[in-house]
T-cell receptor, first 112, second 113 residues
């Protein structure tokens, strides 16, 4: 049981480039989330999804987009990368409101 | 908006000591509270999940308590070991809005051999 899988683990982008961070879960969870973690700032919610075809903005959505075409996959798209998007990105999933979250191992992104 | 605070921000203890990490939250309308461990450069590992109706949960040397009405939780670690050195994060699942998880900024624990 792989849980939540994120790729890539590391990436360096130039300002203005675009990329997609991949997230896949094999637990048949309906809820999926993207967080970013900046040093000393805690984790902030970027986007979330409560099921296939349904997505919504979190606390810090600007500069990002998501899609949820299947239950398993929840990719995060960065358009026109900026240095402020340098961060560690975590994907998570949950089966319901009363259940805990399972996190992926993260993607460390640097924008130069 | 839910605010989660963790005190202290950093803690250093000698091996073998028992210790307590604190977490407070501002809105008591929660589904549950989850404690995570994060090693440097790594992801989040779930340690304990306490439902809002529960008072405590135990796993091995870890015991987490929850007082929902006062907005507080503690994580007790017994007989600390150097391998316990990590950052411990507290997160609450809010009942308002989208039922999302709100995180504290963590307590960085160092256990000195």
């Amino acid at each position: 049981n792989a849980g939540v899988t994120q790729t890539p683990k590391f990436r360096i982008l130039k300002i203005g480039q675009s990329m997609t961070l991949q997230c896949t879960q094999d637990m048949n969870h309906n809820y999926m989330y993207w967080y970013r973690q900046d040093p000393g700032m805690g984790l902030k919610l970027i986007y979330y999804s409560v099921g296939a075809g349904i997505t919504d903005k979190g606390e810090v959505p600007n500069g990002y987009n998501v899609s949820r075409s299947t239950t398993e996959d929840f990719p995060l798209r960065l358009e026109l990368a900026a240095p402020s998007q340098t961060s560690v990105y975590f994907c998570a999933s949950s089966s319901g409101s009363w259940d805990g979250y399972t996190f992926g191992s993260g993607t460390r992104l640097t924008v130069v | 908006k839910q605010e989660v605070t963790q005190i202290p921000a950093a803690l250093s203890v000698p091996e073998g000591e028992n210790l307590v990490l604190n977490c407070s939250f501002t809105d008591s309308a929660i589904y549950n509270l989850q404690w995570f461990r994060q090693d440097p450069g790594k992801g989040l590992t779930s340690l304990l999940l306490i439902q809002s109706s529960q008072r405590e949960q135990t796993s091995g040397r870890l015991n987490a308590s929850l007082d929902k009405s006062s907005g507080r939780s503690t994580l007790y670690i017994a007989a600390s070991q150097p391998g316990d050195s990590a950052t411990y994060l507290c997160a609450v699942r809010d009942q308002t809005g989208a039922n999302n998880l709100f995180f504290g900024t963590g307590t960085r624990l160092t256990v000195i051999p």
